[in-house]
């Protein structure tokens, strides 16, 4: 790093590198990326001096494209990302002219990607007419052979039989190879002594299925007429010959057996495709690692082991890697990822253990044996360890941390991989809860809640669609005379499966959803609308005037931009005034708000409508704020009151609430008091000058209907 710039012949390498790179995975070629890489290197060349020319010079451009098929890139994904990297890359590395325009030469470089595709695609169809003629021409030679070697006459047969493009060769029934074309003779390494004159039972191979043989042998008894497997044979250089192979029976004119015809098709680049097709479908091509495809079946095959095997699941999730990759780009985050992936190949090299790329910047480690529970453990703890150093990328050190969910367990359980894999996850997910760069145990009662907030989260829009939730309401209760003044609107949800659950257990989940706005708006309406029917049967002559009904803001709603506008409506549709409404907001959403934040809110409170500060005192408000708060109702939290249900009452909380009782009233606040248990509580908030309470002293919350008629029993004395 001497700080000088690089020569264009280092670019145009580097080029050559990113080209290799990309193409590699899907072409059908022998060679390793480091020889493939030589061999895009002149066809880089000839892009640059393309790009270079003052005049379009396609066909060195249609050369290269045509090119790409000489090499065995006829995958049209090879042309895809040959078109990508030209696109991205050319002009970035192969550029030789500083003067010319931005414009211009990526203008010239599209054009030279258009050459490319044309000349890739007329190589490729001529080469695939070629390879179709052959196919057609083998076949038609293959069906030919056996016919004519049994009805034609020599001439014909030996025309065909020399002729043809598969490997044909007879041999009597005890094995001796009597004849062999020349096809098949090249198959073997173009010498004749090494097939003539051969028993075919001298090429058996380790990769021999057991039934081959048999048929054989059923074949030359005269109990079958022809068999097809697949086999391999030794060639003599000691590389495989894969061929597809058919054996037929001859039998003279009397119908005796008297020979045997092969005909061999040589697979061998067929099957090493196959194989290359495989691994790429099994592992990751950024990292090289097995991908979630293969490390399933491994999951899944130690799963079903017995015999006191025991497995563990080391789940992997990089912490911060979305900020490397917004602040630094993808291409740094690859890299980052590639090394990471290095580090943990190298964590995992005992027997029974691997490691996996599932996505993004998630992996896992699997380890397998009869003391899983101390070996996973230490699995971890030397992810974690190599995890530690800063990897350098782009002359920057990066910190790298990450959140592991560990599972072990018996592989002879009754889990499947996605349960186990599901379980990891979700104890990754604690420990990145918890505050990352750690790992977790697995526990099987968080991962029950875990599940279940997963099945409620994804329930929670139907459930409103359906109109599964309900409201019950709790009394409000004048302290000085005893009287109904009102109710706080509780939701509730009728869960078909776990019955009836209370508002904790779903709002936040609303919340992270964003199903708050139309959950709060459905219960806004439904508590109007029961406001305005208690007002309906209240008697003209109550004195304690009309039903206020409370219901609770979410801090999420108070950001949402149609409040005010939803509230206005709905109260207006119902015939509800404004002053039978009170919106209760807890303290610790309005620490610290903003006049954008209050202004919604000041709005409801000039129209009459109420604003309630809920638990009041938990938070850490300060006091001096409440000036500057749209409220008119403070609610003391339920703490304030539990030291008043013993006798005698602490002097401590009564102090703080006589207190509050006084700075409310100074700021013209009414102060409402939850959680009120026993007579003893409400005497002595009555007599510390609290306005109104609530509790299950008065009611627990419920059906509306009773509301009502405690409210009818009030007024009427």
């Not at 091509?285 to 079946?297: H, I, K, Q, S, V």
């Not at 992997?316 to 917004?326: C, E, V």
């Not at 291409?331 to 943990?344: K, S």
């Not at 099987?444 to 309900?470: K, M, V, W």
Request: glycine letters at 8%; a negative charge; aromatic letters at 6%.
């Amino acid at each position: 790093m001497n700080g000088e710039p690089d020569s264009p012949e280092d670019r145009l390498r580097r080029f050559a590198t990113i080209w290799s790179r990309a193409i590699f995975p899907v072409t059908a070629t022998s060679l390793t990326r480091a020889e493939f890489e030589k061999e895009l290197l002149p066809l880089a060349r000839r892009l640059r001096d393309a790009l270079g020319e003052r005049a379009l010079d396609a066909p060195a451009a249609q050369s290269v494209g045509a090119a790409l098929i000489g090499v065995h890139c006829t995958d049209p994904e090879a042309l895809s990302r040959t078109l990508d990297v030209v696109d991205a890359y050319l002009v970035l590395y192969c550029r030789d002219d500083e003067d010319r325009r931005e414009e211009e030469l990526r203008a010239r470089c599209a054009r030279l990607q258009h050459a490319v595709a044309a000349g890739f695609a007329r190589a490729l169809r001529e080469r695939t007419l070629a390879e179709q003629e052959a196919i057609s021409r083998a076949a038609l030679s293959a069906r030919s052979a056996v016919a004519e070697a049994l009805h034609a006459s020599e001439a014909r047969f030996r025309a065909v039989f020399h002729g043809a493009a598969i490997g044909i060769g007879i041999a009597d029934l005890e094995g001796t190879v009597l004849e062999a074309n020349d096809a098949l003779v090249r198959m073997f390494g173009g010498a004749e002594n090494l097939v003539r004159g051969r028993n075919v039972v001298d090429w058996t191979h380790p990769d021999d299925a057991p039934h081959v043989w048999r048929l054989y042998e059923e074949l030359v008894r005269g109990e079958r007429e022809h068999y097809r497997v697949e086999k391999a044979f030794c060639r003599p250089d000691g590389t495989a010959l894969w061929t597809n192979l058919t054996v037929s029976l001859l039998r003279d004119a009397e119908g005796a057996p008297q020979y045997q015809l092969a005909l061999m098709e040589d697979t061998t680049e067929r099957r090493l495709l196959n194989l290359r097709l495989r691994y790429e479908a099994t592992h990751d091509a950024l990292t090289g690692l097995p991908n979630r495809t293969l490390f399933f079946e491994r999951l899944e095959k130690a799963l079903a082991a017995g015999d006191g095997m025991r497995f563990g699941l080391c789940y992997l999730d990089l912490d911060g890697f979305k900020t490397i990759n917004d602040s630094l780009g993808h291409a740094a985050g690859d890299r980052l990822l590639v090394e990471v992936a290095d580090r943990l190949q190298a964590c995992a090299t005992a027997a029974g253990e691997m490691v996996a790329r599932l996505g993004g910047d998630e992996f896992v480690a699997l380890t397998t044996g009869r003391d899983t529970a101390a070996e996973v453990d230490d699995l971890a703890g030397r992810i974690m360890h190599a995890l530690a150093a800063p990897i350098r990328i782009d002359g920057r050190e990066l910190t790298v941390r990450g959140s592991i969910g560990i599972v072990e367990g018996p592989a002879a359980g009754e889990r499947s991989p996605a349960e186990v894999l599901r379980s990891a996850d979700i104890t990754m997910y604690r420990a990145k809860s918890a505050g990352g760069n750690r790992f977790e145990l697995a526990d099987p009662e968080a991962d029950a809640r875990a599940i279940t907030r997963h099945g409620l989260t994804t329930a929670l829009p139907a459930a409103l669609e359906r109109g599964e939730f309900f409201i019950e309401y709790q009394p409000l209760v004048h302290l000085g005379d005893g009287s109904v003044r009102g109710a706080e609107a509780l939701v509730r949800w009728l869960h078909p499966q776990h019955g009836v659950l209370g508002p904790d257990q779903f709002i936040p989940l609303a919340e992270d959803t964003g199903l708050i706005v139309p959950l709060g708006r459905w219960v806004l309406e439904e508590s109007v609308r029961q406001a305005r029917t208690w007002q309906a049967r209240t008697p003209d002559g109550a004195d304690a005037g009309p039903l206020r009904v409370n219901v609770n803001l979410s801090p999420c709603q108070l950001t949402h931009p149609g409040l005010v506008s939803d509230t206005v409506d709905i109260l207006e549709r119902l015939g509800l005034e404004p002053g039978a409404l009170c919106l209760e907001v807890t303290e610790s959403a309005l620490i610290g708000a903003d006049d954008d934040l209050l202004k919604p809110l000041r709005r409801l409170a000039e129209m009459g409508v109420d604003i309630a500060l809920d638990d009041f005192g938990t938070g850490y408000s300060n006091l001096a704020n409440l000036r500057r708060l749209p409220v008119s109702v403070l609610k003391l939290d339920r703490s304030f009151t539990q030291g008043m249900q013993r006798f005698p009452a602490d002097p401590v909380d009564l102090k703080i609430v006589e207190g509050i009782v006084a700075l409310a009233h100074s700021l013209d606040l009414a102060v409402t008091v939850e959680g009120v248990e026993t007579g003893a509580q409400a005497e002595q908030l009555r007599d510390l000058g609290c306005d109104t309470a609530q509790g299950w002293y008065y009611a627990r919350p419920g059906p509306p209907d009773r509301l009502h008629e405690l409210a009818l029993a009030d007024a009427t004395g």
